[in-house]
């Protein structure tokens, strides 16, 4: 860890009322090879421990008084080597997530059949491949089948109420973890 | 970001529920208690809370703790306490249904069971509410359905204060003319809290999700929703916190009056503002066919109009104290178990189907949620349960009580079928055996929900 943290402080962010997910997720993008986060939040960010923990992210967490919360996510040796493309060759997403192969809207289904489509499409997926899929809302009982099935996922509310979910086929064992 | 995963105990809480729910509509069919007996008498206390806390609040419990996780999408805090909380709840219900027995002279148990069922039916909800709340907690800041739940918590806190301060007077652990005192002014108090607070306002915060869901709403916070929030809130702190306070302070009965006037207005407003919003929530639908479990809702959001307009009926013309019995059945079976049956039928089969099916999706063909359930033969016992209501209402408006136990055994026929249906939903019996049970899925237990293996 040579390099320096990047800061972000999602604070003002949160006071406004506002979502800082994809603020903080543009951050992890940009940053450099090895190079970890520093996040300031007004609460301990436990969904993120999960979403940069599937993106080979170890978060570090201490409270700094006054409700706020420090988290360092630093990125562990173990990502770096399983990803297949160098981050500088997809600025977009920087790291090994390619492309999804599809996009599926499922946003007028009725329950369950978005789960329904969404685990078919990952079903057909090779192992490392992504799909995506437009959910009328933020799918719980979908991470906890693509959890128990050793997939991970990364995703952010839509502007109009919506949900997108990026899968990313596992091989066969836990993955998001 | 979080999965959810199946609550292990909500069908067994559903399952206790129901069985309170029929004991409650037979002893009511067999013309125990009101209007039979006085509304206060120990007889009717043992109905009343038979329903409000055997079926409605284990209901509702029940839902709470799969549907909060769902809700903030985050997983449920301590789920190691829920068994313990149903446990205590289960156990304070019999004795303090012991304890209404032997008010009424039926039974000598030589213990104070009344105060003994206060306790633990206060351990039992103060878990529930710990778990609950702290799960809340942490999604802040709430949306609109989180924000009716936590109003409900509060409701139930200040309704099982109130209870057990009256379960230890009557008691004797406290001395009797304070007793006497409390029971005459603060019972509509602890009844508030109860129905329209923990029960009515926990059941709208699950509609806010649940409608939307099902018939392909937009979902978000309306400022109409917010409004509605807000008043009902004021309306609670002001029936369950003021007027009490007020009363034990000693203001004289005008100042009580015009705080519950107060607060009454506030409420009727909040109710005006859900109806809106569920008509807005239906116009707006995606899905033009909506299923039974909609349909029948219809019914409970009727009673609950109706119910509304039978208050201000009542309040204006004075005959609020001598028909309250009648108010309070047509919210407690109309709106209420109205809506907690149409729920369950839509409910049960849904997580059953992905209990069982869940570990499969996918990868092989599966039944669709809508054939664990025959909705054509169904429709009739929801008409049959809200025709009954209805016609229960109305007798005891008219001071029939002869056509009130009919009316029961109507609601209470449509329950056992119902009952049935949700057994039969369990075991998949509607499915097509050959589609039934794929290779890797397993029939679920009656009772207790799987838990998946990793």
């Known amino acids: 860890m040579t390099q320096p943290h990047r800061d972000l402080d999602v604070r003002p962010i949160l006071k406004a009322g506002g979502e800082p997910f994809s603020v903080i997720m543009e951050a992890v993008a940009a940053l450099a090879p090895g190079q970890s986060l520093r996040l300031l939040a007004s609460f301990k960010p436990l969904p993120l421990f999960q979403v940069l923990g599937a993106r080979g992210f170890q978060p570090a967490a201490r409270e700094i008084g006054g409700g706020d919360w420090e988290v360092i996510f630093t990125p562990i040796a173990a990502a770096a080597e399983a990803a297949p493309a160098p981050a500088a060759a997809k600025p977009a997403t920087g790291d090994d997530w390619p492309e999804p192969v599809a996009e599926d809207d499922c946003r007028e289904l009725d329950p369950p059949e978005p789960m329904v489509r969404t685990l078919e499409a990952v079903e057909r997926l090779a192992p490392g491949q992504t799909v995506a899929a437009l959910l009328p809302r933020e799918p719980v009982f979908l991470f906890e089948e693509l959890e128990a099935r050793g997939h991970r996922w990364r995703g952010a509310p839509l502007e109009d109420g919506g949900y997108r979910v990026v899968i990313r086929a596992g091989g066969g064992q836990g993955g998001a973890s | ?454």
């Open chain 2, 1 to 454: 970001m979080m999965g959810a995963s199946l609550s292990r105990w909500t069908m067994s809480c559903f399952a206790a529920a129901l069985v309170a729910f029929v004991a409650a509509q037979a002893l009511m069919v067999a013309g125990y208690g009101y209007p039979a007996a006085p509304l206060r008498a120990p007889e009717t206390l043992l109905v009343v809370h038979l329903v409000a806390i055997g079926w409605l609040s284990l209901l509702m419990m029940g839902a709470l703790f799969q549907f909060v996780p769902v809700l903030v999408a985050k997983p449920l805090r301590d789920p190691a306490l829920v068994l313990p909380a149903v446990l205590c709840v289960l156990c304070g219900l019999a004795f303090l249904l012991a304890g209404f027995l032997q008010m009424a002279g039926a039974i000598e148990p030589g213990l104070p069971v009344l105060a003994w069922g206060g306790g633990l039916l206060v351990c039992g909800f103060s878990l529930s509410i710990w778990l609950l709340a702290h799960t809340l907690w942490q999604a802040r800041p709430l949306g609109l359905s989180a924000r009716f739940v936590a109003t409900g918590l509060a409701s139930l806190a200040a309704a099982m204060a109130l209870g057990l301060a009256f379960a230890l007077a009557l008691s004797g652990i406290v001395d009797l003319p304070f007793a006497v005192a409390l029971d005459q002014r603060a019972v509509p108090f602890h009844a508030t809290a109860g129905i329209a607070g923990w029960l009515t306002f926990t059941a709208i915060g699950v509609t806010y999700r649940l409608l939307p869901m099902f018939m392909l709403s937009p979902e978000g916070d309306r400022a109409i929703s917010r409004a509605g929030w807000l008043l009902g809130s004021a309306a609670l702190a002001l029936v369950v916190v003021a007027a009490p306070a007020a009363a034990f302070a000693g203001a004289g009965e005008r100042t009580v009056a015009l705080i519950v006037l107060a607060a009454g207005l506030c409420g009727c407003a909040a109710v005006a503002l859900y109806g809106i919003d569920l008509a807005w929530l239906y116009r707006k639908r995606k899905r033009r066919a909506v299923e039974l479990n909609i349909r029948a809702s219809a019914g409970a959001f009727a009673a609950l109009l109706l119910a509304l307009l039978l208050l201000l009926a009542l309040a204006a013309t004075g005959g609020l104290a001598e028909h309250a019995g009648a108010l309070v059945y047509l919210v407690a079976f109309g709106w209420l178990s109205g809506l907690g049956l149409s729920q369950l039928y839509k409910i049960v089969p849904f997580l059953t189907w992905l209990e069982c099916y869940g570990p499969v999706m996918g990868r092989k063909p599966t039944p669709r949620v809508q054939d664990l359930v025959v909705e054509r033969r169904d429709t009739g016992w929801f008409v049959l349960y809200f025709l009954g209501v209805y016609a229960g209402t109305a007798a005891l408006l008219a001071g029939w009580p002869e056509l009130f136990r009919l009316a029961a055994a109507a609601t209470l026929a449509a329950t056992l079928a119902l009952v049935v249906e949700f057994v039969l939903a369990r075991r998949l019996a509607n499915v097509a055996a050959a589609s039934r049970l794929p290779e890797g899925t397993r029939l679920p237990r009656l009772f207790i929900a799987g838990q998946r293996q990793g």
